[in-house]
Each structure stands twice: as C-alpha cells, then as structure tokens.
C-alpha cells in the first residue's frame, strides 16, 4: 500500500493517461522495487537503444539531481565540506544536490567501442552490467519490441548478479518479459506511439521516488 503522498502521482498519471489504468499495478510494482533499492543503498542501471537510449539518459537526469523539489544536501555533508575548505565548501553545500544514484549504460563511449571492437557488439550493456551492478541493484532495460538482443543479454546477466529486473516495452508479448521482475508494457504496438507513453511513465516514477526520499520530512540521500 503506498501512502497518499506517493499515490497521488500515479494517480494523476492515470487521469492524465486513462488508457495506463490497465498497466498501473506494474508501475507501483516497479515503484516498490526501485524505492527498496535506493533505500538499501542500490543503484538503477538503465539502458535502451535509439529513442530508447535517450530515454535512458532523460531517466538519469531526473534522479541524479533535483527533478520538481530542492534537494538540499544534509546538514552533517554541508559542514564535513565547509570544515574542508571555508569558501569552496561552502559552494559546494549550497549548490550540490541530493541524489538518487543512477547510470544510463549507454554513455560510455571509449569502453562501448572497445568492447564491440574486440568482443561480441551485442554484449556492451552486459559487460557494464556486470562491472556497474552488484545484488540489490536495478536494472531497467528499455526495448518498444521487448525483443533487442543487447538488453536481453543485459538483463540475463543482471539476474544473475542478484539484480532485479524491469522491462519498459510495448504491449506485445516479447522475450525480455520472460527475464523481468516487472515488465511495464505500455499498451501501443507502433514504435513511436509506444515512446510516447514511456516519458510520462518513467516521469510518474521519477515523481514517486523524489517524493519518497526528498518531500518534506524524509531524510536526504
């Protein structure tokens, strides 16, 4: 059961999107999974190719710093800066944000091209997967068919490591599905159509999150 604070922006989504309603279970269950993880300390790995990589860095963007609230690093942080260094520390405690750690594994171009240069192309978001992840991480692969080889080879390779697993696709049965704790299928089938439901579902997520660990009251990572 999510508290009303949480609840209300997936309830907004889902006015805002009706035709969501059918996979709002999947989003909360994503939610869920994503907040114990940050809450223990994890991390979110995301990947995706095309729109899709694209997405994968909007992602990052909007948890790695402040997203609709401030997020003002704790008191203890500010003065362990400030007793470093006066002046540069104190821009520091004013300007840094809180942060909910996440990498988009599609970024990193000197180890990307040396691995497809030298190894199998298809393995690059693996090879990440397995140098980045660790148990208790994340990993959300997003793919419109479910179907893209280098995600499916990154998400096997993430439940082995003890990760879990969430799939964004489109609403077709796909293979990606299969290595999923959760699969969001956003209900279209043409490819364009699909992305534009997934900006306003990884937006509900992203909402959900910075308010779990950042709206009043709550303590800042």
């Not at 095309?50 to 609709?68: P, Q, R, Y």
């Not at 003890?162 to 209900?187: H, Q, Y």
């Amino acid at each position: 059961m999510l508290d009303n604070r949480i609840q209300k922006h997936i309830d907004f989504l889902i006015e805002r999107y009706p035709e969501l309603k059918t996979i709002k279970q999947e989003i909360i269950n994503t939610y869920l999974i994503m907040e114990q993880s940050f809450s223990n300390g994890g991390k979110l790995l995301v990947a995706g190719n095309g729109g899709s990589a694209a997405d994968s860095e909007h992602i990052v963007g909007e948890l790695m710093k402040g997203f609709t609230m401030e997020r003002k690093v704790d008191e203890t942080f500010s003065s362990t800066l400030k007793e470093i260094d006066k002046e540069l520390g104190s821009v520091l405690a004013d300007n840094l944000q809180g942060t909910l750690p996440a990498i988009a594994l599609d970024g990193h171009v000197a180890l990307t091209t040396a691995y497809m240069n030298d190894c199998e192309p298809l393995l690059c978001f693996a090879q990440q997967v397995n140098g980045f992840g660790n148990k208790g991480d994340v990993f959300l692969g997003i793919s419109t068919s479910g179907n893209s080889k280098n995600i499916i080879y990154a998400a096997i390779t993430a439940k082995a490591k003890g990760m879990k697993v969430v799939g964004l696709t489109g609403g077709n049965n796909n293979k990606l599905e299969k290595f999923a704790d959760v699969c969001i299928k956003a209900p279209r089938v043409e490819t364009y159509m699909i992305q534009e439901l997934h900006l306003p579902i990884y937006h509900c997520l992203c909402l959900m999150l910075e308010d779990k660990f950042f709206g009043k009251g709550n303590n800042k990572l």
